[in-house]
T-cell receptor, first 113, second 109 residues
């Protein structure tokens, strides 16, 4: 258990509405990641953060934005949700510069109708 | 582009029936290869990291091995509690992970 919580754990929303998912960690880890997991695709990186206010894009970042205003919280926002963003979203942390293992949170299942 | 391919997609085993899962990869600048276990409705759980060809790591009934082009996860005498999806991921020098689609293992008692 890497001290990661995600909220909400489940959400159903309508197409076109904004959605924000929260990842919270309690152990002061520097690196945080957002992935989505879809059948047949495995986990794909959306955005990541390497410090407060320091973020960068992953391979599937279109339609998503992130913010990290404090170490413990990394927010993923879908500005205008689409049905193609129906997925399971996982947050992960990596402890520091010279560590390589990512540890994952429990996930958020998002359904966009 | 980094590619990770896992096979088979699904594996059904009888309790005690040993088998192997394959993870083949093409990547520029491999830093490490990771294996995770994922139970339904949960996040991936870290199992192993392998860094160089010839390296092996073991945990209970699981053993992971690495060559220059692929990794194997051997499950010896599996039990029903070994049923899960096993994910393979390669890490490049920027510490990013690229995942395969996973192998779902079902072990029947």
């Amino acid at each position: 258990d890497a001290g990661i919580t995600q909220s909400p754990r489940h959400k159903v929303t309508e197409t076109g509405t904004p959605v924000t998912l929260r990842c919270h960690q309690t152990e002061n880890h520097r690196y945080m990641y957002w992935y989505r997991q879809d059948p047949g695709h495995g986990l794909r990186l959306i955005h990541y953060s390497y410090g407060v206010k320091d973020t960068d894009k992953g391979e599937v970042s279109d339609g998503y934005s992130v913010s990290r205003s404090k170490t413990e919280d990394f927010l993923l926002t879908l500005e205008s949700a689409t049905s193609s963003q129906t997925s399971v979203y996982f947050c992960a942390i990596r402890q520091g510069v010279n560590t390589d293992t990512q540890y994952f949170g429990p996930g958020t299942r998002l359904t966009v109708l | 582009e980094d590619q990770v391919t896992q096979s088979p997609e699904a594996l059904r085993l009888q309790e005690g029936e040993s088998s192997s899962l394959n993870c083949s990869y093409t990547v520029s600048g491999l830093r490490g290869l990771f294996w995770y276990r994922q139970d339904p409705g949960k996040g991936p759980e870290f199992l192993f990291t392998l860094y160089s060809a010839g390296e092996e790591k073991e945990k209970e009934r699981l053993k992971a091995t690495l060559t220059k082009k692929e990794s194997f996860l051997h499950i010896t005498a599996p039990k029903p509690e070994d049923s899960a999806t096993y994910l393979c991921a390669v890490q490049t020098n920027d510490y990013k992970l690229s995942f395969g689609a996973g192998t779902t293992v079902t072990v029947r008692a």
